[in-house]
């Protein structure tokens, strides 16, 4: 019985990529109809992305194939689906993050940060938090965690191994002082500060095991021997699992803050990931009169509040959870250890290692900082954007030169580089989401869904969005938040037309509750990049993601009823949401 649970365990995505098309095939064939039809493609799609069972870009094709084959649409119509203008978006946003990432740029930013925010506790996993989400804006959250996470454990461990030199010296000079060496009590032993620095040091495994000498002493070049290890006294043994317990849980709570912060910072811009720039392509098609209504502008109005409040509570709650309250001493008020010098240090060194901020580096910034102002001005709402007098033209990212020499230089950019870290599978699943919006509406399915769902207009809208706001939160932890708003959306949409509710009403908050996967390691990449260093259970991350994705729906919900009600007219049913069908082009 084991050997064949176990031949089935291994073969499951087989199993599930055979038998799911047969388990719902009665659907078309029974019920009939284009809304049946497009139903069996859009269950079999969700099934294949929530199991993973093939990869996500190739599940993303599906409608490519089946939806004309199943007379919903023309096969020309689904293509375009796969090229709109919310992916160029996208490209181009990637575009600008890879260059980034070649050259360094992100980690110089992250780093001089840090050395402006300090080393002491609350302060450095603040700096950690804001960096990461900072990054996160513009960059992916996965190459954030990614660069932040190690310069975070390389802090700590120095911060570890001084406190614990420190302890040591601490209980050497008082041996000396007991024996009678004539040191002052209150000075400190000189020779500790004004030896060679190369054979003083002292090397922890982790601080985890027992500190050990790692250079032998030496006189005129000869090596003498070592006097016998001194057996550890319970008192140095107690204070050593102290500081262990001591920095393993502000490792905990450091490793957290970063792979949070990188979820929650992506959502305060339009391309910082991909669920964004869904809920815009899904907008667009399915209220083409919507006026651009979620631009670059808007958006950033809407969700930059939202993500500065919810990156200072998710602080404060990890602060809680793993520093404790006492703030004198997590701020350094009055303190002034040998432990923050070389923790400044360590990152010092790092930013010194980037040398001087080269031309590529400058060209880069100078581009990113046009690009985020083209943005923002390209359809402000308040005024008329450049987009109304001027085409749109792609900045030659991959043409200014590195520098000014004499022979031809090289560029910024290189394909080689564009083709090894652009994300091509995300354009095939976002473009198999919008694929699937089409059909739905298409085929008829989006209005039979919509007056299915009328008998929910008896219940409060604030209701309504904070179910489904749980609900999406809760989906998104064992699902891509890609997936989970490509599925999600297109049925939101036709609820809220059906109810006479202002679609942004739920559309809004679930996208961006989409990318609040706390809890689980599986749940998002810098959630697995943490996870992987060894450090944090899943129990870690489930008790502390739990609370953070109850305080992230609420958060969202109170910003939604109230600055997101006024800049977008929540508390009415506009003209442009008044569609029944979508024309087709």
């Given at each position: 019985?084991?050997?064949?649970?176990?031949?089935?365990?291994?073969?499951?995505?087989?199993?599930?990529?055979?038998?799911?098309?047969?388990?719902?095939?009665?659907?078309?064939?029974?019920?009939?109809?284009?809304?049946?039809?497009?139903?069996?493609?859009?269950?079999?799609?969700?099934?294949?992305?929530?199991?993973?069972?093939?990869?996500?870009?190739?599940?993303?094709?599906?409608?490519?194939?089946?939806?004309?084959?199943?007379?919903?649409?023309?096969?020309?119509?689904?293509?375009?689906?796969?090229?709109?203008?919310?992916?160029?978006?996208?490209?181009?946003?990637?575009?600008?993050?890879?260059?980034?990432?070649?050259?360094?740029?992100?980690?110089?930013?992250?780093?001089?940060?840090?050395?402006?925010?300090?080393?002491?506790?609350?302060?450095?996993?603040?700096?950690?938090?804001?960096?990461?989400?900072?990054?996160?804006?513009?960059?992916?959250?996965?190459?954030?965690?990614?660069?932040?996470?190690?310069?975070?454990?390389?802090?700590?461990?120095?911060?570890?191994?001084?406190?614990?030199?420190?302890?040591?010296?601490?209980?050497?000079?008082?041996?000396?002082?007991?024996?009678?060496?004539?040191?002052?009590?209150?000075?400190?032993?000189?020779?500790?500060?004004?030896?060679?620095?190369?054979?003083?040091?002292?090397?922890?495994?982790?601080?985890?095991?027992?500190?050990?000498?790692?250079?032998?002493?030496?006189?005129?070049?000869?090596?003498?021997?070592?006097?016998?290890?001194?057996?550890?006294?319970?008192?140095?043994?107690?204070?050593?699992?102290?500081?262990?317990?001591?920095?393993?849980?502000?490792?905990?709570?450091?490793?957290?803050?970063?792979?949070?912060?990188?979820?929650?910072?992506?959502t305060a811009t339009l391309t910082g990931t991909a669920p964004n720039l869904i809920l815009k392509g899904q907008?667009?098609?399915?209220?083409?009169?919507?006026?651009?209504?979620?631009?670059?502008?808007?958006?950033?109005?809407?969700?930059?509040?939202?993500?500065?409040?919810?990156?200072?509570?998710?602080?404060?709650?990890?602060?809680?959870?793993?520093?404790?309250?006492?703030?004198?001493?997590?701020?350094?008020?009055?303190?002034?250890?040998?432990?923050?010098?070389?923790?400044?240090?360590?990152?010092?060194?790092?930013?010194?290692?980037?040398?001087?901020?080269?031309?590529?580096?400058?060209?880069?910034?100078?581009?990113?900082?046009?690009?985020?102002?083209?943005?923002?001005?390209?359809?402000?709402?308040?005024?008329?954007?450049?987009?109304?007098?001027?085409?749109?033209?792609?900045?030659?990212?991959?043409?200014?030169?590195?520098?000014?020499?004499?022979?031809?230089?090289?560029?910024?950019?290189?394909?080689?580089?564009?083709?090894?870290?652009?994300?091509?599978?995300?354009?095939?699943?976002?473009g198999g989401g919008f694929a699937l919006a089409r059909g739905s509406e298409t085929s008829g399915l989006s209005?039979?869904?919509?007056?299915?769902?009328?008998?929910?207009?008896?219940?409060?809208?604030?209701?309504?969005?904070?179910?489904?706001?749980?609900?999406?939160?809760?989906?998104?932890?064992?699902?891509?938040?890609?997936?989970?708003?490509?599925?999600?959306?297109?049925?939101?949409?036709?609820?809220?037309?059906?109810?006479?509710?202002?679609?942004?009403?739920?559309?809004?908050?679930?996208?961006?509750?989409?990318?609040?996967?706390?809890?689980?390691?599986?749940?998002?990449?810098?959630?697995?990049?943490?996870?992987?260093?060894?450090?944090?259970?899943?129990?870690?991350?489930?008790?502390?993601?739990?609370?953070?994705?109850?305080?992230?729906?609420?958060?969202?919900?109170?910003?939604?009823?109230?600055?997101?009600?006024?800049?977008?007219?929540?508390?009415?049913?506009?003209?442009?949401?008044?569609?029944?069908?979508?024309?087709?082009?």
């Open positions: 019985m084991v050997v064949c649970l176990t031949g089935l365990w291994r073969y499951r995505n087989y199993l599930v990529i055979f038998l799911t098309p047969l388990l719902i095939l009665p659907l078309p064939i029974i019920v009939g109809g284009p809304e049946a039809s497009c139903g069996y493609v859009i269950i079999l799609t969700a099934v294949y992305w929530c199991t993973e069972c093939m990869p996500l870009a190739v599940t993303g094709l599906l409608p490519v194939i089946l939806f004309p084959m199943m007379g919903i649409m023309e096969s020309s119509e689904v293509c375009t689906q796969y090229m709109k203008d919310s992916n160029m978006l996208f490209v181009g946003g990637l575009l600008m993050a890879t260059a980034v990432e070649h050259w360094n740029l992100h980690k110089r930013i992250a780093l001089r940060v840090l050395l402006l925010v300090g080393v002491k506790p609350a302060l450095l996993m603040m700096g950690f938090m804001g960096t990461t989400a900072f990054l996160s804006m513009w960059i992916g959250n996965t190459a954030s965690t990614a660069m932040m996470l190690p310069i975070s454990n390389a802090v700590l461990k120095q911060l570890c191994d001084t406190e614990a030199q420190a302890e040591e010296r601490e209980v050497d000079l008082i041996s000396l002082r007991g024996a009678g060496t004539g040191i002052p009590k209150g000075q400190d032993n000189q020779a500790f500060d004004m030896g060679d620095k190369e054979n003083s040091i002292t090397i922890y495994d982790g601080c985890t095991t027992k500190c050990t000498k790692d250079v032998k002493p030496m006189k005129n070049g000869i090596q003498l021997e070592q006097e016998p290890e001194v057996e550890e006294s319970p008192e140095a043994r107690e204070r050593r699992l102290k500081r262990e317990a001591k920095y393993l849980k502000l490792d905990k709570g450091m490793s957290l803050s970063v792979c949070y912060s990188a979820s929650i910072g992506g907008v667009d098609e399915l209220f083409p009169g919507n006026g651009d209504i979620i631009n670059f502008a808007s958006w950033f109005g809407f969700s930059f509040p939202n993500m500065v409040l919810m990156l200072i509570i998710s602080w404060l709650w990890l602060q809680f959870m793993y520093l404790g309250c006492n703030m004198k001493k997590l701020f350094g008020c009055g303190t002034n250890k040998d432990g923050d010098k070389e923790a400044y240090r360590v990152i010092k060194n790092e930013y010194k290692k980037l040398g001087s901020v080269s031309f590529a580096e400058g060209c880069i910034l100078v581009l990113f900082v046009l690009l985020v102002l083209l943005w923002f001005t390209r359809e402000p709402g308040f005024m008329p954007g450049w987009a109304a007098v001027l085409f749109n033209k792609d900045k030659p990212v991959c043409l200014v030169p590195v520098g000014m020499p004499l022979k031809a230089p090289p560029t910024l950019l290189n394909w080689d580089v564009v083709h090894k870290k652009m994300p091509w599978n995300i354009l095939l699943l976002v209005q039979w869904l919509g007056e299915s769902l009328a008998p929910l207009q008896s219940i409060p809208p604030v209701a309504i969005s904070f179910l489904l706001s749980l609900l999406i939160a809760t989906f998104t932890e064992c699902s891509s938040n890609v997936a989970t708003t490509t599925l999600f959306l297109p049925i939101l949409a036709s609820m809220a037309v059906a109810i006479k509710l202002h679609p942004l009403y739920v559309m809004l908050p679930c996208t961006i509750c989409a990318s609040l996967a706390f809890m689980l390691p599986v749940a998002t990449p810098p959630n697995a990049i943490a996870f992987s260093y060894g450090n944090l259970k899943v129990m870690d991350m489930a008790k502390a993601g739990f609370v953070l994705n109850i305080i992230g729906v609420i958060t969202i919900n109170i910003a939604l009823n109230t600055w997101g009600t006024a800049m977008f007219n929540l508390n009415t049913f506009p003209d442009w949401a008044n569609v029944t069908t979508i024309p087709t082009p």
